[in-house]
């Protein structure tokens, strides 16, 4: 086995996939620092899993382990106290609701670009709360919970692409049309088709065709011309002369024709050691030797997999290992729930689990930085199996070696911890490190109330002694009494469990304070700060997703951005750079959790705020919107509009009205109408740029139009009402500050 000096120099300076130093790499990774051993203390811990438990929540003779009775009888309490399951939980319910209702904000590092970040800020609001909804609510939600069963997460931010095939009608004068726009060296094709003595020929310019087709359809989909295999491009012989013959013949045929069915973003939050390892030493991951990220696939996605080249020889390789799930964990700790075969290699015990009704099959992802001879840095993906190695076939056998091309150039992970106690990934504890002596406290507390009351409900009794009476202390026991002795329940006297009532509300007050839960008798301040704490990691961690997310979409599919935006952004961006020149924050006031709160936030700025505002300096559209959504995230999205949408509704209804005005019509007229002053500017704008409502009005002469006072006295009349809603606005500024500010026109 090579030292870690000579296998990190090869794994940097190597090009190649090099697939026995990775797999050493990924048995280490296991290790660090406890691997195996805290997934499992974290997991039993939160589920309250132990030794000897039943379904009833009871301690039997016969559940305890090594022949051992249950104590202090059979049939005490044995139930389950979830403290830590609740913080892990509340803490949860809170992120997500915090990032259901915060806000989206791209913001330039150039102050030219602003208006190029506001347009990101309205695609990121689509792309999070209708595009990718449902999968990102998954993925938050894993997120905040694996922090904080495990103290950390990682999420995998990558781009997928996927090809399926769909038989197309095509119809010989489709062809027909479509050779006549490629140029006059496609003339010979149809004739060809039609002539049964050139199959062969025809056959030859329809898979030329298919290819230059597929191609030119596949690039408009964001696809590079060296994604593009022979078994995306190919429409073999057979097909081919097929289709000419079907077409000779009826007139239309049948092509198998390629299609994108994904062509997106991928979010993955993988559970640690688990999903997603680092290698030994690593700090942060943006600087680690190698990262590693475990999928479980059918052996249909292994197959589809062929199409994006795929080894075929490692996959018929690796179907045959299906319900293997592999880790490596050092011998002191080889601790799994399941109950794993082991196999021990030098110092290193090897864990291997074999599932025999799971239909899935192991694949690692492993993500390394290599350096070229130039000094140049790039992110190499290998993908191979840890069951799949060198030493058993004569060959090195991986799925996929490649220098990932995401343009920003980072490994494509972000991770979360918990807390950061130490710059290290592993610097955090979880929630089950911190609070599972509490948990294990409250529970021997309630254990001991619980036996109390069945004591003092159904407490033993003494009978006489007779023969096959059997002596059991315990509720509802039996217990032999001598001579001259009453039969009487047996009492033990105790005093009232005071004393344990306090210790499980201390605890839980403890609890409180601790992970800042919200209780009455911790201080709103101390609750506040700890949960901003918390949210603030949780919105840099998801800014920093989103923003890689963006970068790939700009790379990979950036027609999407211009379409949805209405602006040209895509060709305004470098995918290149675009990760240092802007940033993207999840703004929310956790506080606005707390209905009372909001409330009074809200009080505070129709009742203070909005009445001061004397020099117009608040964007009201912009209040309204993030008030819709401080109150009902859900009403927000069905009802509010952002500023360029409303104003081509305002524009669409003054064209309608002066439409109407025009045929004689009466215009709609509105009290207190607090966009009278848009209106009355695209009234002007609407009458000045058709001359024909100038030539009613009498002001121009134009194609035989005359005047019409009946037009102009609508359009008099409207323009009043409207000049009258501006009046009255004005004058509320007035009778607030005292007088009209200066400039002010009526």
């Not at 870690?4 to 296991?30: C, R, S, T």
């Not at 990718?132 to 905040?144: D, G, I, M, Q, T």
């Not at 998801?542 to 997310?549: D, F, R």
């Not at 993207?584 to 606005?592: Q, R, T, V, Y």
Request: proline residues 5%; aromatic residues 10%; glycine residues 8%.
């Amino acid at each position: 086995m090579q030292d870690a000096d000579n296998i990190e120099e090869q794994l940097v300076h190597d090009e190649g996939p090099n697939v026995d130093l990775l797999l050493q790499e990924y048995k280490q990774a296991g290790v660090m620092p406890n691997g195996w051993y805290d997934l499992a203390f974290n997991e039993e811990t939160r589920r309250m899993i132990w030794a000897g438990q039943s379904p009833d929540g009871r301690k039997w003779d016969e559940n305890m382990p090594e022949g051992e009775p249950a104590r202090p009888w059979n049939g005490c309490s044995d139930t389950r106290v979830p403290m830590v399951d609740s913080v892990a939980n509340d803490d949860t319910a809170m992120l997500k609701s915090a990032f259901k209702k915060a806000e989206l904000r791209a913001t330039a590092m150039d102050p030219d670009k602003m208006e190029m970040a506001t347009g990101i800020s309205g695609y990121l609001h689509w792309w999070v709360h209708t595009r990718y909804r449902k999968a990102l609510r998954l993925e938050v939600e894993l997120s905040a919970q694996y922090s904080r069963e495990y103290g950390f997460c990682v999420a995998y931010v990558g781009w997928e692409r996927e090809l399926g095939k769909r038989r197309l009608a095509v119809k010989i004068e489709e062809l027909t049309q479509l050779v006549q726009t490629l140029g006059p060296e496609w003339a010979p094709f149809v004739p060809a088709i039609q002539d049964p003595e050139q199959v062969e020929a025809a056959a030859a310019m329809l898979q030329a065709l298919y290819a230059t087709y597929v191609q030119g359809a596949l690039e408009g989909k964001g696809f590079f011309e060296d994604e593009l295999s022979d078994n995306v491009l190919k429409l073999s012989v057979t097909a081919a002369k097929r289709c000419v013959k079907e077409l000779r013949e009826s007139g239309e045929t049948e092509l198998p024709m390629p299609y994108v069915c994904k062509n997106q973003p991928c979010v993955w939050v993988g559970k640690p050691y688990m999903e997603m390892l680092a290698a030994r030493g690593t700090m942060q991951l943006q600087q680690a030797r190698a990262i590693f990220w475990k999928r479980w696939m059918t052996e249909t996605e292994l197959e589809a997999k062929r199409a994006e080249g795929w080894n075929p020889a490692w996959i018929a390789k690796v179907k045959n290992t299906k319900g293997n799930v592999s880790s490596w964990a050092g011998a002191l700790g080889a601790t799994s729930l399941t109950g794993p075969s082991t196999k021990t290699v030098g110092n290193t015990t090897y864990l291997k689990i074999t599932e025999e009704n799971n239909p899935l099959i192991e694949v690692v992802y492993a993500f390394v930085k290599k350096v070229d001879d130039d000094g140049v840095t790039g992110v190499y993906q290998t993908i191979f199996s840890p069951h799949v190695t060198n030493g058993d076939y004569d060959e090195e056998l991986f799925a996929k070696h490649e220098l990932l091309d995401y343009a920003h150039g980072r490994y494509p992970f972000v991770e979360f911890k918990r807390e950061n106690i130490g710059r290290a990934l592993t610097d955090t504890r979880s929630v089950a490190e911190v609070a599972s002596t509490w948990q294990n406290e409250e529970k021997k507390q309630r254990d001991m109330l619980f036996n109390r009351a069945d004591w003092d409900t159904l407490p033993p009794v003494g009978v006489p002694k007779l023969g096959g009476v059997d002596y059991r202390l315990g509720p509802g026991g039996q217990v032999p009494l001598g001579k001259n002795q009453k039969i009487e329940a047996i009492t033990l006297n105790a005093p009232p469990p005071t004393l344990a009532l306090e210790l499980v509300k201390m605890l839980r007050l403890q609890k409180d304070d601790y992970f800042g839960q919200f209780n009455a008798e911790v201080h709103p301040a101390k609750i506040v700060a700890k949960q901003e704490n918390s949210a603030d990691d949780f919105y840099t961690f998801w800014g920093e997703v989103l923003l890689q997310m963006f970068a790939l979409q700009l790379q990979y599919n950036p027609a999407e951005i211009d379409k949805v935006t209405g602006m040209p952004l895509a060709d305004q961006l470098d995918p290149f750079a675009v990760l240092d020149q802007f940033d993207i924050g999840i703004e929310f006031d956790i506080k606005d959790l707390n209905p009372d709160y909001l409330l009074e936030k809200l009080d505070i700025i129709h009742g203070k705020i909005l009445p001061g505002d004397a020099g117009g300096v608040l964007d009201r559209a912009a209040l309204t919107n993030l008030e819709t959504r401080w109150v009902d995230p859900r009403l927000a999205a069905k009802v509010v509009q952002d500023k360029g949408a409303a104003s081509q509704k305002i524009y669409r209804d003054m064209v309608q009205q002066v439409g109407l005005m025009a045929l004689g019509q009466e215009g709609e007229y509105t009290e207190n109408d607090p966009t009278a002053p848009m209106k009355l500017q695209f009234l002007q704008t609407i009458l000045q740029g058709n001359p024909k409502y100038l030539a009613k009005l009498g002001k121009i002469q134009y194609q035989g139009e005359q005047p019409d006072e009946r037009f102009v006295e609508l359009v008099t009349n409207f323009e009043k009402n409207l000049l009258q809603s501006k009046m009255q606005e004005e004058n509320k500024t007035v009778g607030r500050i005292g007088v009209k500010p200066v400039g002010t026109t009526v």
